[in-house]
């Protein structure tokens, strides 16, 4: 399975799993990719921070990348997280819409929601996803 990085014509971001770049390429050309936000069926793929980091990792001498366990990857983007984002708790909601009003300076924010919240954010036109991260123990 292969992840790719997926932004429509509208410039919303999301994400799309695929069994190879022959069944993207495929999906893509039926119009079958939509835009979970506005259903949009004008998708591009777009730079993934995970492929850059793939790139990276290649063995100078062999060309071959090294091996990352699950719980390596779920630890690194961990810490991307911490350092990147801020963490605003259960107070996310409330965060994400005073950024998207122009109330509070725009940055990266983390947190937790409930149903009600996640509502309210789509209805107010809001651009957020949720990721769920297991909790490592250190």
């Known amino acids: 399975m292969i992840i790719y990085d997926l932004k429509c014509d ?4 999301f ?3 695929f069994n190879d770049r022959a069944a993207y390429e ?3 050309s039926g119009k079958l990719i939509t835009c979970p ?16 980091m793939g790139r990276d990792m ?3 001498g062999h060309g071959k990348s090294k091996e990352i ?14 350092k990147n984002f801020d963490d605003v708790g259960d107070r996310f909601a ?8 122009g109330e509070e300076e725009r940055r990266n924010i983390k947190g937790t929601t409930t149903k009600e919240d996640e509502d309210t954010l789509k209805e107010a036109g809001v651009e ?5 991260v297991p909790k490592l123990d250190s």
């Open 10 to 13: 509208k410039k919303h971001k």
């Open 15 to 17: 994400e799309g799993w």
């Open 26 to 28: 495929a999906q893509k």
């Open 37 to 52: 936000i506005c259903g949009s069926s004008g998708v591009e793929m777009v730079p993934s921070t995970i492929s850059i």
């Open 58 to 60: 290649k063995d100078e």
């Open 69 to 82: 366990s699950p719980l390596k990857a779920v630890q690194l983007f961990q810490e991307y997280m911490n």
């Open 94 to 101: 409330e965060v994400a819409m005073k950024i998207h009003n």
């Open 128 to 132: 957020f996803f949720k990721i769920s």
